[in-house]
């Protein structure tokens, strides 16, 4: 039973436009939310979180929203960058510190 | 200056051949997870050890087994290994309590032929 789930595999965008990735959950224990990316033939790398106590955070071109009404979260990177083109996966902590990943979507920066 | 080492990096086995994997941390973190990612899959927890306390998925296959010598290194090794189980294998670790962050190494890719 998935318990984090990123519903589109794959996103397209042009150089400098906004990319927006999506990830929905059903367990409304979940305390704590990431973001990792991942190129081919490397493990993932975190690249932004976000505690349930708050709805927003920023870093940089990249920011995260989470939506606990809708249990919605979702990842901004604009400007887009050529080298954004990576496997981004959604994750999510429960208060028993356990880790529940999404399937991951595949992001292409066109330039 | 990597700080979570996995080797090999690439493994292929025959069927029913012995494997271990490893994974080596110089982050000093508590807790070391083995995770199991097929293609196109979300990565599968397989078991974690916090310190030397050992967590098993309750549907993680016998033919899986783990072992901490010490904090720094863990071993996964499949004792019989199918081809069900061609794979990316990923070690991460995280701190221990109050950490929120999964620190990933850069994974042991087993074909099983």
């Known amino acids: 039973d998935q318990q984090v789930k990123q519903n589109s595999p794959s996103l397209s965008v042009q150089e400098g436009r906004i990319s927006i990735l999506n990830c929905d959950y059903t367990n409304s224990m979940f305390d704590y939310f990431l973001w990792y990316k991942k190129y081919p033939a490397e493990g993932p790398t975190f690249l932004i979180s976000i505690s349930s106590i708050k709805d927003k955070n920023e870093d940089g071109r990249f920011t995260v929203f989470l939506n606990k009404s809708a249990k919605h979260l979702s990842l901004h990177i604009v400007p887009s960058q050529p080298g954004d083109s990576a496997v981004y996966f959604c994750a999510a902590k429960d208060t028993g510190n356990q880790f529940y990943f999404g399937t991951g979507t595949s992001l292409t920066v066109i330039p | 200056d990597a700080m979570v080492i996995q080797n090999p990096r690439y493994q292929v086995t025959q069927f029913g051949k012995p494997v271990t994997l490893s994974c080596s941390q110089t982050l000093n973190h508590n807790v070391m997870y083995w995770y199991q990612q097929k293609s196109s899959q979300a990565p599968k927890l397989l078991f974690h050890y916090y310190d030397k306390d050992f967590n098993n998925e309750a549907d993680t296959p016998d033919n899986f087994q783990s072992r901490r010598p010490n904090t720094s290194f863990c071993f996964l090794d499949i004792r019989s290994p199918g081809l069900g189980d061609t794979a990316m294998y990923l070690c991460?670790?995280?701190?221990?309590?109050?950490?929120?962050?999964?620190?990933f190494g850069a994974g042991s890719r087993l074909t099983v032929l």
């Open positions: 991460a670790t995280r701190l221990g309590s109050g950490a929120n962050v999964l620190t």
